[in-house]
């Protein structure tokens, strides 16, 4: 049985117009994670993954990196209860 987790994130730093959002979903579908992730108004990137932890470990690896034009200087995340979500959407 896999432990499957549910993480919000919200990301700062150069996240907005160099392709964080598509970088997000290329990583989810590729480890196999379900969630979204948006734009917000204000600079930051939201997103939130479920999955295996050890994958949702991972993709949080890959999100502190980010795409080669990013320049991430927050990743601020918490916890939350499980929907059971599946796909990944990129919205906002």
């Known amino acids: 049985m896999t432990d499957i987790i549910r993480r ?3 990301v700062s730093g150069r996240v907005q117009g160099v392709f ?4 997000t979903r290329q990583q989810a579908e590729a480890l196999g994670v379900a969630g979204w992730v948006r734009n917000l108004d204000d600079g930051r990137v939201e997103a939130v993954l479920e999955g295996d932890a050890d994958v949702i470990s991972t993709m949080l690896e890959r999100l ?3 795409p080669r ?5 927050d990743l601020a ?5 499980v929907e059971g979500l599946t796909g990944f959407a990129v919205t906002g």
């Open 20 to 23: 964080f959002r598509d970088f």
């Open 69 to 73: 034009h990013a320049r991430v200087t």
């Open 77 to 81: 995340v918490r916890e939350e209860p």
């Open 64 to 66: 502190r990196d980010g």
């Open 8 to 10: 919000h994130l919200h």
